[in-house]
């Protein structure tokens, strides 16, 4: 499930229009998602194709919803593309079949 709607800017390349280093943007944000209220340590953000990939499981929609604001503030400017899932966490609906 891809989400390019998070971004929509130039492709990115070692460097941005600004002049920063695009790797160094990933690690802050992969510093940031692990450090602040979410210590979200399932989500990964990599440069592929010229462009930033969020990938992972994380366990609620609120989560996801911060980690893609948490992105945008970091990323902005670039186009990024998220496949972050949210993880079934609902009981099973009836018992398994052995």
Known sequence: MSDPVAHQGPAASETSAAGENVEYRVAHLHDRLAAEEL??????????????????????????????????????????HTDVVVAETAGPDHAEEL
């Open 39 to 80: 210590g979200e340590l399932g989500v990964r953000a990599e440069i592929r194709a010229g462009a930033i990939v969020l990938t992972g499981t994380v366990p609620s929609a609120q989560c996801r919803e911060t980690v893609l604001r948490v992105a945008h503030e970091e990323l902005a400017g670039l186009t990024v």
